[in-house]
């Protein structure tokens, strides 16, 4: 049994709900593209002020509206993903030949380096560790820009 065989009698629930084709279309790109551009470039900004601040204050505000925000970001992306894969499969789409979804898979494993990073605390606050943190999380920022293209290429392509 292949990925899209396990996925479909799940995708079959969702369409039977009637779900309108331009949401169907459309829904996984408008709503990942708020987490991805707005949430995802808020947590980034703040990440970098405070790693860049000056001022200790400044530095713990912005680390601070990070911490809170990033968790909610990568929840978001994560349930994206998974309502992007029904999305193709409802659409009878091929899942896996998408470079699409390959640049959301590497997205997901960069997403998952940096959870593990922070929830070790950084090591016990290891410089090394946290600049590897930083420098991961712009790399998935990168690969979050290169992925919206790609969507956007796939959607107008179905």
């Given at each position: 049994m292949n990925f899209r065989e396990?996925?479909?009698p799940i995708a079959k629930v969702f369409q039977s709900l009637g779900i309108p084709e331009p949401i169907v279309h459309w829904g996984h790109p408008?709503?990942?593209a708020i987490v991805l551009f707005v949430m995802g470039s808020f947590?980034?900004?703040?990440?970098?002020?405070?790693r860049l601040a000056?001022?200790?204050e400044e530095a713990i505000a912005n680390f601070s509206n990070h911490r809170k925000l990033a968790p909610f970001m990568t929840l978001f992306i994560f349930l994206g993903a998974t309502g992007g894969i029904f999305s193709l499969v409802m659409q009878g789409q091929d899942i896996m030949?998408?470079?699409h979804f390959w640049t959301g898979s590497i997205l997901l494993a960069l997403l998952?380096?940096?959870i593990f990073i922070s929830l070790t605390k950084f090591g016990g606050n290891k410089s090394a560790l946290r600049t590897a943190h930083a420098y991961?999380?712009?790399v998935a920022l990168a690969v979050?820009?290169?992925h919206a293209i790609l969507g956007f290429n796939l959607g107008l392509a179905i």
């Open positions: 396990i996925l479909e408008a709503m990942m947590v980034g900004y703040a990440g970098w002020r405070g000056t001022d200790e030949n998408s470079p998952a380096a940096n991961i999380g712009s979050m820009l290169v």
